[in-house]
């Protein structure tokens, strides 16, 4: 077994045994991010930088397991517990098929709008968890083609002079990230979801060269991205809809079905 799934195989069945009860619900969450390609802001700008979301403690989605891994997890909990994940496919944080989206329409309709861009479209297992063990869910979208256009970036010379060397990596996957934050659903008498996601808009690039024109009346410089933050109770079944005026995040959860 390769050796980044034995640290992951590790760390999943720690964390199944000791966060997720055996009776613990199981949803299906589905979200796609999108942003609008020309915003109607009437005069609206922003000048500060919001802060960034805090990820630290966030899990990252697991994008694929095999039968072989998804069998093995369960003989880590057999072993440890004389526990039987009765359903070893249902892995916290996996990251499901396009076969089991359900936005599709939705996502379409978007892709096809003159109005607005879908940046990410992803679903995932997440199991039920109150709100002093739920853990939040880290999500990204890069720029199309960000990582050959960073390696590009790092290669170029420019006036004989390499000046992409004096950026350091972080400024660069900042520069290719169309957003990055954390998404965090709650389970209690009712279920609630935590979002906060920081958006990378080209357009805030574009007003802040605009603004720094020699005969603009203005000099404030813009902020570099912007922030989305909200907590909502939700429905199952039902889609959420979060709005900012520069891009916006649809959301559905449903129920997973345990034996």
Not at 208 to 235: C, F, G, N, W
Request: no cysteine.
């Amino acid at each position: 077994m390769k050796s980044n799934h034995v640290l992951s195989l590790f760390i999943l069945a720690f964390w199944i045994l000791f966060s997720v009860p055996v009776n613990a619900a199981w949803y299906q969450v589905e979200v796609i991010v999108f942003d609008l390609i020309l915003p109607d802001l009437d005069g609206e700008n922003w000048y500060e930088s919001p802060g960034l979301p805090d990820w630290t403690d966030s899990v990252d989605l697991i994008r694929e397991v095999d039968e072989e891994f998804a069998s093995e997890v369960n003989s880590e909990i057999k072993q440890t517990t004389e526990l039987k994940l009765e359903q070893p496919e249902l892995i916290p944080f996996l990251q499901l098929g396009k076969e089991k989206l359900r936005l599709d329409d939705i996502h379409r309709i978007l892709k096809l709008s003159r109005e607005y861009r879908p940046l990410a479209h992803l679903a995932w297992q997440h199991p039920g968890q109150s709100s002093r063990r739920a853990r939040a869910v880290h999500l990204q979208s890069f720029k199309s083609l960000a990582t050959n256009e960073h390696a590009t970036l790092k290669s170029e010379n420019i006036n004989g002079i390499d000046e992409s060397a004096m950026i350091s990596d972080d400024i660069y996957q900042m520069l290719n990230l169309d957003f990055e934050g954390t998404l965090r659903l709650r389970s209690s008498k009712f279920l609630h979801i935590d979002i906060d996601i920081a958006y990378f808009s080209e357009f805030l690039s574009e007003t802040a060269e605009t603004m720094s024109e020699p005969d603009s009346l203005h000099h404030q410089s813009t902020a570099d991205y912007v922030r989305l933050q909200e907590s909502r109770k939700i429905k199952l079944n039902e889609i959420h809809y979060f709005d900012h005026p520069l891009f916006g995040v649809v959301l559905r959860v449903s129920r997973l079905k345990v034996n």
